[in-house]
């Protein structure tokens, strides 16, 4: 059974940084490793993804230029470095695998889910 385990979600100030982990059972490689959030009343939406072998990654526009995904593949671990952070990316943050080599922004795509981990900027 594949397990992804996210951590790294807290409590910040509007402008301030968290890096987000997510330690897979999975070797990488064949997967895209995506992040997702959801806030209250929302819909999940696609925030970053990183595909595997080649390295290509997605950004939302809502994240770009703030929001850094990496990842160790030694370590089976995806990282989502989030910085200059603001009240609205207050959500629960999910990582999710997804057999292929093409990043998507669609929850639908993706096979495996995490139990995510809860990120809330204070204005």
């Known amino acids: 059974e594949v397990q992804l385990v996210e951590s790294g979600g807290g409590l910040v100030q509007a402008g301030g940084s968290l890096r987000l982990s997510c330690v897979a059972s999975?070797?990488?490689?064949?997967?895209?490793i995506g992040w997702f959030r959801q806030a209250p009343g929302k819909e999940r939406e696609g925030v970053s993804c990183?595909?595997?072998?080649?390295?290509?990654?997605y950004y939302a526009d809502s994240v770009k230029g703030r929001f850094t995904i990496s990842n160790n593949n030694a370590k089976n671990t995806v990282y989502l470095q989030m910085n200059s952070l603001n009240p609205e990316d207050t959500a629960v943050y999910y990582c999710?695998?997804?057999?292929?080599?093409?990043?998507?922004?669609?929850?639908?795509?993706?096979?495996?889910w995490g139990q995510g981990t809860q990120v809330t900027v204070s204005s």
């Open positions: 999710a695998a997804e057999l292929g080599s093409l990043c998507s922004d669609s929850p639908a795509e993706y096979d495996y």
């Open positions: 999975l070797t990488f490689a064949g997967y895209a």
């Open positions: 990183i595909a595997s072998p080649d390295g290509s990654t």
